[in-house]
């Protein structure tokens, strides 16, 4: 499944509603995934490669190697 392995950010579900038929709401459903990154990261002295968010990345809560 995909994660981030820092703010355990997920895939979310809700749905998704109808713009022509607005009004008789028609609904489906759908997923919202994170944008996730593969980034080699420094974890007690050995690289490691793991799934970050970019919102993680970004906030600077991942040192890089």
Do not use: F, Q, Y
Not at 7 to 25: F, M, T
Not at 27 to 43: A, G, M, Q
Not at 49 to 57: E, R
Request: net charge positive.
């Amino acid at each position: 499944m995909a994660k981030c392995e820092v703010c355990e950010k997920s895939i979310s579900h809700g749905n998704k509603i109808s713009i022509a038929r607005s009004h008789v709401s028609r609904r489906s459903s759908r997923t919202w995934k994170p944008n996730l990154r593969k980034v080699k990261t420094l974890e007690n002295g050995e690289k490691k490669t793991i799934s970050v968010c970019a919102k993680c990345l970004r906030a600077g809560k991942v040192t890089r190697a």
